[in-house]
């Protein structure tokens, strides 16, 4: 989730997101870290948006703050767009990193993710701000994989965990340190059709508003 900002002296539209990291995996350098990966990610296409007989080049600012104590009725009653509240952790039942829902802004990460590409986090904020997954999960032939095609999709042999693997075998789909952001991710945004008040702030995505418990094996 986050909070949209048009500057018009600076000629950009400006994504405003904080994370407030926590669970007994989460640190300070972790929680920079997650920032940083998700800046950088989503940053890459320096993008263009024309709105309202402007030009103006859209940018995310990420903030990370490792925040141990958290307070759950911080994450129940926020009611400010651009704060986004994450559980890290080893154990994930499920064994994978996930948002609460379609635009949101909490969810739960498992550490190893994190740890084997900075995708990760990159792909879980795109579904913060509103994005799904795409119906076509066999890109073979479309090249680089958009962030927001999730593992096990089939892509062309030099983006697979393995490039000699058969498509969709063992090794044999997307190795998500190759999918990267896309203008189709940009677009996909629909930033064009933000509601913007007479400050020209807008909220991008959803309060799911939910503090996680430790996940605990059975």
């Given at each position: 989730m986050g909070e949209a900002e048009l500057n018009r002296s600076s000629s950009e539209l400006i994504i405003h997101s904080v994370f407030y990291f926590y669970g007994e995996a989460a640190s300070p350098e972790l929680s920079i870290k997650i920032a940083d990966d998700i800046s950088q990610c989503w940053n890459e296409p320096q993008a263009i948006i024309h709105l309202?007989?402007?030009?103006?080049?859209?940018?995310f600012q990420i903030e990370g703050i490792y925040a141990p104590d958290l307070d759950p009725?911080?994450?129940?009653?926020?009611?400010?767009?651009?704060?986004?509240?994450?559980?890290?952790?080893?154990?994930?039942?499920?064994?994978?990193?996930?948002?609460?829902?379609i635009g949101c802004n909490t969810g739960y990460f498992k550490l190893a993710n994190l740890l084997q590409t900075p995708t990760t986090a990159a792909h879980e904020y795109g579904h913060t701000l509103g994005l799904v997954h795409p119906k076509n999960l066999d890109i073979r032939g479309g090249g680089i994989p958009c962030i927001m095609h999730p593992r096990g999709t089939i892509v062309d042999p030099p983006f697979q965990y393995s490039p000699t693997a058969l498509p969709g075998q063992d090794g044999g789909t997307l190795d998500p340190k190759y999918r990267k952001v896309l203008p189709?991710?940009?677009?996909?945004?629909?930033?064009?059709?933000?509601?913007?008040?007479?400050?020209?702030?807008?909220?991008v995505g959803?309060?799911?508003?939910?503090?996680?418990?430790?996940?605990?094996?059975?």
């Open positions: 309202k007989h402007q030009d103006y080049r859209i940018r009725e911080k994450v129940w009653y926020n009611d400010q767009p651009r704060l986004n509240y994450f559980r890290v952790e080893e154990y994930i039942t499920g064994n994978i990193s996930f948002v609460d829902q189709v991710d940009i677009e996909a945004l629909k930033l064009h059709k933000l509601d913007f008040n007479q400050q020209g702030m807008a909220t959803e309060f799911s508003s939910m503090y996680h418990e430790k996940h605990v094996p059975e």
